[in-house]
């Protein structure tokens, strides 16, 4: 009986961790750049039923029970975001696979998908935040015009109709996205098991291409999150209706004299 | 008397075990490529039940027996029968995200540091730091010449497992079937072991990228399931009153006299 206590109780945990997963991803399906995660479950061990006092068959193969279930991972998933466009010219979004380079003021380096940037009083491209962009873009004095081409290739036009070209941005990608850890507010810190760092050129080597004057909405799809929430919410009265029934059935056995 | 209370003692161990493995499979409710347990039951061997033979008039022939009929000593757990049927395809438009549609398992590299092998229909997959693809217990999946690397490009997958990168390298995914099924043995993170040799190349694995197998957890038949089991538990429980009843008024009642 304690087992299947204890194996309802999982359940239950199971789909109470599956709906704040849910409840974080609607949360983010506003913020530019956001990606939502997904929690995968398995199954736990497996006993021998005679160990918990089960009568069966002391020769032949031993039946076992199982004992309920578990978060086995937490995985962000880097799907591409739709784009849309703003107008602003500091906007950027990387269309296909990639994160931008920002330095953190702590001088380490931070990665992000939210090309949400923004002039600085010193005129360099920072995020919203106030990050930069790394390597930094510094935009001359008296500018008139940025152009940013699928490449990374930034133009700037000056108020007198010269162009000048500034230094490319790259951005750079990893074998295993989904390892990166979170920092909160669109970043993402570097992890061992993300693999390791390779920085190109923007449309080469696989790398997605920078988009000007658009953002990534967030990848979450709200009919998706709401249909899991339901589903999640019904197992989880399922879990708690078997745990209430173990615990009558504890309850009979409780009583067996009266 | 005292045996009936016992015969119905096994009547309640048995449900405990069905009341164990079907919180279980309710539990699993979520869990990608689960497959449901079923308990098998049946009574202990039957035992004859015979009387003395009278001889003659007045005396009893030593050794005389006779058999009056068979009596039985209550219910067993003979073991413990998964469903392999198929679970629900869901889409999910990852591309590491693979179902088996056929017959058959996916093979990982999950049997520690002695190369061991072990078998799943979860195959929710992501890239490790290296571009092999691995599951969310980060166990590497096994192709036809050992782990599948992928690198970090994307990729397709055809029905019969067959992996195409963006370089054109084709690998083909192990997808292994076994003729009797009965003897996989679960051993929990949604995984089956089998016995060296068993298994053989399924002829017909459908795989579907983009797509993971549910659980096949009958929600309906198991609420069912558990609600015969509480009330079968309730008759067991009055049965064994009744018995109790009995031996009470059996030791008490019994030549008093008013």
């Known amino acids: ?258 | 008397m005292i045996r009936g209370i016992y015969t119905a003692a096994t009547g309640l161990g048995v449900l405990q075990a069905r009341m164990d493995t079907a919180t279980n499979n309710l539990a699993n409710v979520s869990t990608t490529g689960f497959k449901q347990d079923k308990v098998q039951t049946a009574s202990f061997p039957d035992l004859i039940l015979q009387e003395k033979v009278r001889v003659g008039v007045g005396g009893y022939r030593p050794g005389g027996w006779r058999v009056v009929g068979r009596t039985n000593q209550g219910a067993m757990v003979t073991g413990v029968f998964t469903e392999h049927g198929p679970g629900v395809l869901r889409e999910t438009d990852r591309e590491t995200d693979l179902a088996l549609s056929g017959e058959g398992f996916f093979v990982f590299e999950a049997g520690g540091d002695g190369g061991g092998v072990l078998y799943s229909r979860d195959g929710e997959l992501q890239r490790d730091a290296e571009g092999f693809l691995v599951n969310s217990r980060g166990h590497r999946i096994v192709g036809e010449d050992g782990p599948v690397q992928v690198g970090r490009d994307s990729f397709t997958v055809s029905p019969e497992g067959v992996i195409t990168t963006a370089e054109n390298s084709q690998v083909k995914l192990l997808i292994v079937d076994f003729t009797d099924k009965s003897r996989l043995t679960k051993e929990g993170n949604g995984y089956f072991s089998a016995p060296a040799g068993g298994g053989t190349p399924s002829a017909k694995p459908g795989v579907a990228q983009g797509f993971l197998e549910k659980s096949n957890v009958e929600v309906a038949s198991e609420i069912v399931n558990i609600m015969e089991i509480m009330r079968s538990y309730e008759a067991g429980q009055k049965l064994m009153q009744a018995h109790d009843g009995l031996l009470d008024s059996a030791i008490n009642r019994v030549g008093t006299v008013r």
């Not at chain 1, 109470?16 to 409840?23: S, T």
């Not at chain 1, 990387?94 to 330095?103: A, E, L, M, N, P």
């Not at chain 1, 899991?228 to 197992?235: D, F, M, P, V």
Request: with cysteine.
């Open chain 1, 1 to 258: 009986m304690i087992r299947s206590l204890y194996n309802s109780a999982s359940g239950i945990n199971v789909q109470q961790a599956r709906m704040d997963i849910g409840a974080g991803n609607i949360a983010g399906v506003n913020t530019d750049g956001y990606k939502g995660e997904k929690p995968s479950f398995a199954d736990l061990v497996y006993e021998k039923m005679s160990d918990s006092g089960r009568p069966v068959p002391v020769s032949g193969k031993r039946p076992l029970h199982g004992s309920g279930s578990r978060v086995v991972a937490v995985a962000r998933v880097f799907q591409q975001g739709v784009l849309r466009e703003t107008g602003r010219e500091a906007d950027l979004a990387i269309s296909g696979r990639g994160f931008f380079k920002v330095s953190l003021p702590d001088g380490s380096i931070a990665y992000s998908r939210d090309g949400n940037f923004r002039l600085n009083a010193d005129r360099e491209l920072v995020t919203q935040e106030g990050y930069r962009l790394y390597p930094e873009v510094t935009l001359p004095e008296g500018y008139r015009e940025m152009l940013v081409d699928k490449n990374g290739k930034i133009r700037v036009s000056s108020a007198d109709g010269t162009v000048a070209e500034l230094m490319d941005i790259t951005i750079c990608d990893f074998p295993n996205p989904s390892a990166l850890r979170s920092l909160g507010g669109n970043l993402y810190r570097a992890a061992a098991e993300a693999g390791t760092e390779e920085e190109g050129v923007p449309g080469q080597n696989g790398l997605g291409e920078i988009v000007q004057k658009s953002l990534e909405s967030s990848n979450v799809d709200l009919a998706v999150e709401m249909t899991g929430l339901l589903e999640s919410q019904r197992a989880y009265q399922l879990n708690a209706r078997a745990l209430r029934m173990a615990d009558e059935m504890w309850g009979m056995a409780n009583n067996l004299r009266k």
